[in-house]
């Protein structure tokens, strides 16, 4: 238990579909962040979210959109995906951003997409 | 953000001592380094952080030459869940912008 909790940590939807991804975090950290990993990749950096406000979109398709209504939440909202869009979605927060001394990022257990 | 560089993949045995280098040759003044542990099918889990010199927990040491152009993680005493991919980040302090981007690791094999 990470102190990040994602839903559903399974999910298969058609191109057409619309899906959420969940996230939530009980640790009072002010960063948030999205990342995917697909099969023997290095996990790739999706959405930077801090203090509910997003600093950072690595040039992610418009077919995925990040929510963060509060800085104990954040969505990834899902529309018109691709098959090449399956892979594990990771959530992670940390206290700040940055690798500095006691910055840890703490990850959640992700959530397998699968698009078919 | 500086640039790191570790093996692909390493094998080992269960009971050995296993020793993970990675180069960060630009590393800055301000930068620590940090190393994660990733399952498969799990998010990225901290184990150490340091700055220079050594740092020891109850999982890891974490070797930083004066220099601080390299580190290096050292598992004690492996076994076979202690298979993995490590990854290396090298970053600034938390006030700078900073991606906490992850690299490809060294997948870590340990065989009975």
């Known amino acids: 238990e990470t102190g990040v909790t994602q839903t559903p940590r399974h999910l298969v939807m058609g191109m057409t579909n619309k899906k959420s991804l969940k996230c939530e975090q009980h640790?009072?950290?002010?960063?948030m962040y999205w990342y995917k990993q697909s099969a023997k990749k290095p996990l790739e950096l999706m959405f930077v979210?801090?203090?509910?406000?997003?600093?950072e979109n690595n040039s992610v398709p418009s077919r995925f959109s990040p929510e963060c209504p509060n800085s104990s939440h954040l969505f990834l909202h899902l529309h018109t995906l691709q098959p090449e869009d399956s892979a594990l979605y990771l959530c992670?927060?940390?206290?700040?951003?940055?690798?500095?001394?006691?910055?840890?990022?703490?990850f959640g257990e992700g959530s397998w997409l699968t698009v078919v | 953000l500086a640039k790191t560089t570790q093996p692909i993949s390493m094998d080992s045995y269960e009971g050995q001592e296993v020793n993970i280098t990675c180069s960060h040759n630009?590393?800055?003044?301000?930068?620590?380094i940090t190393w994660y542990q990733q399952f498969p099918s799990q998010g990225p889990r901290f184990i150490i952080q340091?700055?220079?010199t050594k740092v020891t927990n109850e999982v890891a040491s974490l070797f930083i030459p004066a220099d601080r152009k390299s580190s290096t993680l050292s598992l004690p005493r492996v076994s076979l869940s202690d298979t993995a991919v490590y990854y290396c980040?090298?970053?600034?302090?938390?006030?700078?912008?900073?991606?906490?981007?992850f690299g490809k690791g060294t997948r870590l094999h340990i065989l009975p």
């Open positions: 992670a927060s940390s206290q700040g951003r940055g690798t500095a001394s006691g910055n840890t990022i703490y």
């Open positions: 640790l009072g950290h002010n960063a």
């Open positions: 979210y801090s203090l509910e406000e997003r600093v």
């Open positions: 630009n590393i800055a003044t301000n930068d620590y």
């Open positions: 340091g700055y220079k």
């Open positions: 980040l090298v970053g600034p302090e938390v006030n700078r912008d900073d991606k906490i981007i």
